[in-house]
């Protein structure tokens, strides 16, 4: 299944991305969830049937990889799907095969959960310099359409 909807969903990701200005913001939100939804279902097929911790810890780093790229695009979708999907296998991980593989995951998801804090320390410390850079970046792209 992977293998036929991974490429396709990311083509239509990008058709959307092209195309964005001629959809309706509705339509456009609706068609990214749906897609990126497909996407982490396929991608995370493998958590809901394989306990090994190294399918967890793999999505476990998509679906925070779609957090971020929905925050840093600014793009609803990515960020409800990764948020989604990351408690969907979480959970499903740790009710299925808890009495199996509890200390690998319990690390994993503690180390996450440190990572996840400490960068929203950093980040509260540094914010009015990342936004001013962010402000600068964006003046930039926008100064090249």
Same mark, same amino acid.
């Given at each position: ?19 964005r ?12 969830m749906?897609v990126v939804?497909?996407l982490?279902?396929s991608?995370?097929?493998d958590?809901? /049937? ?7 810890? $793999?999505?476990? !780093?998509?679906? *925070?990889?779609g957090?971020? &790229?929905? +925050?840093a695009m ?6 409800f799907g990764?948020?989604?999907?990351m408690?969907?296998?979480?959970m499903?991980? /740790?009710?299925?095969?808890y009495?199996?593989?509890? $200390?690998?995951? !319990?690390?994993? *998801?503690?180390?996450?959960? &440190?990572? +996840? ?29």
């Open positions: 299944m992977q293998l036929y909807a991974v490429p396709v969903c990311i083509s239509l990701l990008v058709i959307l991305h092209l195309h200005k001629e959809l309706k913001r509705s339509v456009l939100n609706t068609s990214r749906t939804c497909i982490y279902a991608a995370s097929l958590v809901f /049937l394989r306990p090994e911790l190294s399918v967890f810890v $793999l999505v476990l !780093g998509l679906s *925070l990889l957090i971020i &790229a929905g +925050i600014q793009i609803r979708a990515f960020l990764g948020v989604i999907f408690v969907m296998n979480v499903n991980q /740790l009710l299925r095969f009495p199996e593989h509890r $200390l690998g995951k !319990g690390i994993v *998801l503690v180390a996450t959960g &440190a990572v +996840i804090m400490s960068a929203m320390i950093w980040f509260s410390i540094q914010r009015e310099d990342i936004m001013k850079r962010i402000r600068i970046f964006r003046a930039d792209l926008a100064g090249w359409e």
